[in-house]
């Protein structure tokens, strides 16, 4: 799957295929759609179990998750956040993942500015957060 950008009214935008249409290429677009061609072409996932920028009500609020990798039962089974490669990946991204997960109860989470990755698996009977070695194995 190859990245398709265009300019449009003076702007270059990159075409999303989970959401299809065209987006701003800001840096963290850049890192997301690189992790979604990522997840589809390396590790095989199909994009029809991705979701994009999605709206979730965390603590009665509105939020909008990066990207959500949906299981064969059509459950959560990775939220991820993405941020610009200037963004180090603190302790601050990763609780905004987590608060997330709050709603979507995924068994994996993950962080990434494009340069960085860090997954964590998430044990909720005992609230153990585990920093995995690699990308998760998703069935």
């Not at 009214?9 to 850049?30: C, Q």
């Not at 979604?36 to 095989?44: L, N, T, V």
């Not at 959560?76 to 180090?88: G, I, T």
């Not at 979507?104 to 609230?127: R, W, Y």
Request: charged letters at 25%; aromatic letters at 8%.
């Amino acid at each position: 799957m190859m990245l398709k950008q265009r300019q449009f009214e003076g702007r270059t935008e990159i075409f999303d295929p989970i959401r299809r249409k065209w987006v701003l290429l800001t840096e963290e677009e850049k890192v997301r759609q690189f992790f979604i061609h990522f997840i589809i072409d390396e590790k095989k996932i199909p994009a029809s179990h991705i979701s994009v920028e999605k709206q979730i009500s965390v603590n009665q609020l509105t939020k909008r998750y990066d990207i959500v990798v949906h299981d064969r039962q059509g459950k959560a089974a990775l939220v991820v956040e993405c941020k610009a490669p200037s963004v180090a990946l603190t302790q601050e991204v990763l609780a905004q993942v987590g608060r997330y997960n709050q709603t979507l109860q995924a068994p994996v989470i993950g962080v990434t500015n494009g340069k960085e990755h860090l997954f964590f698996s998430i044990d909720f009977s005992t609230s153990q957060i585990t920093l995995l070695p690699d990308f998760p194995k998703i069935n």
